[in-house]
DNA sequence: GATGAATGAGGGTTCATTCAT
DNA sequence: TATGAATGAACCCTCATTCAT
């Protein structure tokens, strides 16, 4: 009872329901999973969904919400771990994100593919956990410009937009190959390469 | 008389389809534009556009096809009108995109937003203008690999994909801030600057 | 309570439903008759008659079972009772089918007009009921061969359509009438003394 | 010109477009078949039907009446023909009706199923042609009984549907058989010997 | 809380019919 | 006469949501 009126039922369903809707989303998109398959995933009724969200709108919304917090809390970690230089941070963030997508590729699919589509969620919701993520990303960003490792050509908000442009397009690539084509986490590699040291020939400076 | 022969209406009734689609498709996505909307819009009856497109998905691929082929075609140009190293290609080609972007913004959220919509498009539909666009891209790259301007680190369709992905995301950001914040053109220098020299200080070798 | 619980709606909506279909098929024929007709007739939302049935040639195809089932149940009890010889049988039959007609108009309507609408009833579906029906009536003609009381002159499945035949236009001619030009019961006669006797003027042995 | 005005078409598109339609109809139903696939089985554009029947249900009509004009001519030769007894000419107009069933099944079919099919034609419809058809036969019936031929127990009219609808059922069910389960015209001798003499083992006059 | 039968608005699509050429 | 592109009313069916139990 005390644990329930704290909004976290002893049951587990709402995290159940938040897991099937993952799959469903994943399978057949947002538009095409119905409310029925996601109940009949998640061993639920179909009206238990409403008892815990809202509409179909709000059970995609609160799924990324939940699934984002944990991607935030995975990468944050992982660039705190990497202590030392910007690069190595960048470095940290690029493979967490390539190895949560390999490890978790149904809610992969969902981020890259539908989360992007309904106005109801990239025009009128704010997004703060995607905002959250943008701010780890150009957080270091900042942190390496102001430190005089990284260069101060592109403002941090931006390079994280591209950065994250790069990652994303990279992981649906790898998703609609069914996983088969590439070794995503090796990817990281050339992400890390391209945004960091660029495609240019560098002519390093000679000793 | 002559021109209607040709078993083709004059009245490009299929060319105001598909800008109707293009319109309703950017203002409410694939799924929340109605047959009738882009009927209205195109100024014909809901009936009509089964005269010329198969049914709703149709629709969409068949725009796809029609939007991609100029845009590809513009960014063909572009680059076949940057004579020179690859990086003046690719920054040709990067500008090209982001004021195709500017210009056509309805074009552009449609691309950028509806197209990842997975079941019809992305997994069933195999997409050959989309691969015309990462080939004409990972076409310069390998060209400037072989050529030696560029490294070799990373392989030509994922650094395409790589690219694609930042401008689509810098798209995106500023499609959605209603192209109010900042100048999407100028942008371009950022992924230029980004994907060919990377955000790491270089230290230039000096003389 | 009790009842509901063995998962079979104690409201019978399913009857419900099939008796309003029955009576729209009846008025306006299989294709006039619209779904939003049919669940006003019974009762129900529209929606609500895809909770019983697949589409709407299931519902057909269900009502006809339904009916199908109470009629040969109806006409075998009535051939069991009349004990004796083929011809009491055959009167009892026929009787029986017409007395049904006059009845049910309604039911007779549908069964004598629109199930021999081809494509999906007589053509994809194997109406065992009907089959069910045939067979009642062949296998009494067939016992009668048998028993030496009825001529082999004509094969008892061809027999047993004759007399369908014949029974199903005298029905068909007294329901287009309104039920009003003719007794259709006393009609059973009629249809007895032509297919047991035959129209021609008998000259029957003379002791 | 004079032709024209006579209501015949010199090039003989109305007929094309009737036996079109008999095609049509008999292949995919009254409603399953499209005023497109007619016209297109014509040779003709779909408006051109237009010049010709006022709508569909007309279509329907007029196909029936150009049809059933030739079936009662032909039968009216068969039992002219047939000189001498009702029973003789029975016979004749049993063949005649199965045998122009196995020549033109098509026309079978649509009169044997889409005919009964709308309350358009059966109860709207005061369907003439069908009317001369069973005069014709009671015609012969009525006459029978008057020299004594035949018995008096049922109304030459009821006995003319009786028969009709024998010959009707047999014909739809040797049509849904693909016309090769039995021999249609043999069977005539089943409604024949049914109809005349009857299924009772008769105890004929001796000697 | 949990259920799932019932709801009914909504929309994609068809196709008989029209009419400008 | 003939055409066939265009029309738009009509309708089956889906599915998010509700609510009596």
Redesign the pocket.
């Given at each position: 009872m005390a644990a329930?009126s704290a909004g976290v039922?002893?049951?587990g369903?709402r995290e159940r329901i938040l897991a099937a809707a993952e799959m469903c989303f994943a399978e057949a998109g947002f538009?095409?999973?119905?409310?029925?398959?996601?109940?009949n995933a998640a061993?639920?009724?179909?009206?238990?969904?409403?008892?815990?969200?809202?509409?179909?709108?709000?059970?995609l919304i609160s799924w990324f919400e939940w699934r984002m917090e944990e991607v935030v809390a995975r990468l944050a970690a992982a660039v705190a771990d990497a202590a030392g230089s910007a690069e190595t941070k960048l470095t940290a963030f690029v493979r967490a994100y390539l190895t949560l997508t390999s490890e978790n590729p149904a809610a992969a699919e969902v981020l890259t593919v539908e989360l992007r589509q309904s106005s109801k969620f990239i025009k009128e919701y704010k997004n703060p956990r995607f905002a959250d993520f943008l701010k780890l990303l150009s957080g270091v960003i900042e942190e390496g410009q102001k430190r005089g490792e990284l260069s101060r050509a592109v403002p941090p908000a931006h390079a994280a937009r591209i950065i994250f442009g790069a990652l994303d397009e990279l992981a649906r690539s790898w998703l609609l190959g069914g996983g088969q084509k590439f070794d995503i986490v090796r990817a990281a590699d050339w992400v890390v390469s391209m945004t960091l040291s660029g495609l240019v020939q560098q002519k390093r400076s000679t000793p």
């Open positions: 329930q039922s002893t049951s369903k538009f095409g999973a119905k409310i029925a398959d996601i109940a061993g639920v009724a179909d009206g238990t969904i409403y008892l815990y969200f809202r509409n179909k709108d709000d059970l």
